[in-house]
């Protein structure tokens, strides 16, 4: 699930507003993060995606001014930030733990980096109950951390991370600790909570679906590296390599060479079928490719498709393969089956379950028909 949002804006002086360049950091020779340059725009929620040890939590941890860069650059508004202390910094950082004081009570905790700033009592009090006004807890101030359920803890961690108006909010890993279906419903509740207040907000995830239901744009990071950028649907749809097709959502892919490109298609040999592709790519012939589609764009049927259902699919009908089912499962809104091809690959293929009663339900060991779209198709290089 992905929502639309109104764009980000640049800086006043059209630049952005985080700005970081050929940021490197080394551990004992060892580059956790290796030259990473990205620009953020003001009003963004940026999400750095990877797996554990791709140096996500790291660059984070650069951003609060916790770890030194080995070398690079980290501007936020205009001002180079990496000599400045993590105290000085005007940002604020939420853990995954949440990190509240289990003697204070929620008010208490909200207010606490208030008072260490030396905030009269007055503009405390203000602050701390518009921030329990913005995340619906104004009942619960006079409790205790433990008093409260996972998703009010990690409300009460935003407020007190909101409460300093900090220019720059850094979430790490902030819905970590809740169960399947909390997390599910925090994920809207703190986009609109940071959306209201307006602050800039970079976080850290390995968790896909939070990453694409939650962020603006969408870094994802391997070995140290920033693979490719872009809006959840850019991401998932156009993936640059097989990492990152790979990496997000579910996907097969098919290695092949090319073997006709031409500017309005190209058509690809692999050892399950061709593939036609109805757009050009960047390539020569006989050039070793990689032929991605996602499950979902899949037709699954018992009979042999029709010149008619195959249209898009080539001249001569390519981008259909034969196997037999091997394992299927029912989720209620779709059904995801695996299919064992002649050629040995296991093909995964989601059905969505738009009937009640599917009369055309498939079945374990049933021999099956697979076909796709070319325009569904996205030819990887790399």
């Given amino acids: 699930m992905t929502i639309d949002r109104p764009a ?3 800086g006043e002086s059209g630049q952005p507003f985080l700005l970081i360049r050929n940021l490197v950091k080394e551990f004992d020779g060892v580059r956790a993060v290796n030259d990473v340059s990205v620009a953020i725009d003001k009003g963004e929620i940026f999400a750095l995606l990877g797996s554990s040890g791709c140096g996500k939590s790291t660059l984070l941890r650069m951003l609060a001014g916790f770890e030194t860069p ?3 650059q980290i501007e936020l508004a205009g001002k180079d930030i990496i000599n400045v202390p993590p105290y000085e910094r005007p940002i604020n950082m939420m853990f995954q733990s949440y990190a509240l004081f289990p003697h204070l009570t929620v008010w208490d905790n909200i207010a606490f980096g208030l008072r260490r700033d030396g905030l009269p009592k007055d503009e405390v009090a203000q602050r701390v109950d518009q921030m329990l006004d913005l995340v619906q807890l104004k009942a619960y101030g006079k409790r205790k951390p433990h008093q409260l359920s996972g998703g009010q803890q990690q409300r009460v961690a935003l407020a007190r991370s909101l409460a300093k108006r900090p220019q720059l909010l850094l979430l790490d890993e902030p819905l970590g600790a809740l169960d399947k279906k909390l997390r599910e419903r925090t994920q809207m509740e703190l986009v609109n909570i940071i959306e209201q207040v307006g602050v800039t907000c970079v976080m850290v995830t390995h968790d896909q679906d939070e990453a694409m239901s939650m962020a603006t744009r969408i870094a994802v990071m391997s070995e140290g590296r920033i693979l490719q950028v872009g809006k959840p649907g850019e991401i998932y749809e156009t993936p640059n390599c097989r990492f990152v097709a790979d990496f997000i959502g579910s996907v097969n892919l098919f290695d092949g060479r090319v073997a006709d490109d031409q500017p309005d298609h190209v058509v690809i040999d692999s050892p399950e079928c061709r593939h036609y592709v109805t757009h050009g ?8 490719v990689s032929v991605a589609v996602r499950p979902e764009k899949i037709c699954l049927q018992a009979e042999e498709p029709t ?5 898009h699919a080539g001249e001569h009908g390519y981008n259909c393969v034969q196997g037999v089912v091997t394992a299927m499962a029912y989720f209620g809104n779709e059904t995801r089956y ?15 379950n738009a009937a009640r009663h599917d009369d055309t339900a498939l ?17 990887l290089t790399s």
């Avoid at 790519?281 to 070793?288: F, K, S």
């Avoid at 010149?307 to 249209?311: D, G, I, L, V």
């Avoid at 299919?339 to 059905?351: F, H, I, N, P, W």
């Avoid at 079945?363 to 030819?379: F, K, M, S």
Wanted: glycine letters at 8%; a positive charge; hydrophobic letters at 35%.
């Fill in 307 to 311: 010149p008619e259902q195959r249209a």
């Fill in 363 to 379: 079945r374990r060991d049933q021999r099956v028909y697979a076909w796709w779209d070319g325009a569904d198709v996205v030819v």
């Fill in 8 to 10: 980000a804006a640049k």
């Fill in 338 to 352: 695996h299919v064992k091809l002649d050629s040995g690959m296991e093909l995964k293929v989601s059905r969505t």
């Fill in 281 to 288: 790519i960047t390539g020569t012939d006989n050039m070793p």
């Fill in 70 to 72: 080995t070398s690079g």
